[in-house]
């Protein structure tokens, strides 16, 4: 079974810098797509950034002010997807949330975490 938790979040002025993290625990072999979503009140939640075979893709909104990125721990149980946040706008306010795409032994299911709150606010 993959867990995902996120940490990081918190209030940040306008154009200043975040780092989220998201805990993966689980057999990591099981893990395929990795990202990051947002859900702002009232809105859908969107995809803001992902990992796939070491390929990064960004949202528009995203592209060139964040950067995402995992590390893995040699024990193949563990391995963190982090989100380098930077330039915060208004609009960058959301519940942000670790997604994980299951393969293998997983395949078919997907993983999420509880979300983490960023907070943009002068």
């Known amino acids: 079974q993959v867990q995902l938790v996120e940490s990081g979040g918190g209030l940040v002025h306008p154009g200043g810098s975040l780092r989220l993290s998201c805990a993966a625990s689980?057999?990591?072999?099981?893990?395929?797509?990795m990202g990051w979503y947002r859900q702002a009140p009232g809105e859908e939640r969107e995809l803001v950034a992902q990992?796939?075979?070491?390929?990064?893709?960004?949202?528009?909104s995203a592209l060139g002010r964040f950067t995402i990125s995992r590390d893995f721990a040699t024990d193949g149980a563990t391995s963190a997807l982090n989100l380098e946040m930077r330039n915060l706008k208004f609009e960058d306010t959301a519940l942000y949330y670790c997604?994980?795409?299951?393969?293998?032994?997983?395949?078919?299911?997907?993983?999420w975490g509880k979300g983490t709150q960023v907070a943009v606010s002068s």
């Open positions: 689980g057999t990591q072999v099981n893990i395929g797509t």
């Open positions: 997604y994980a795409q299951g393969v293998r032994r997983s395949r078919g299911r997907d993983f």
């Open positions: 990992i796939a075979d070491g390929v990064k893709r960004y949202s528009d």
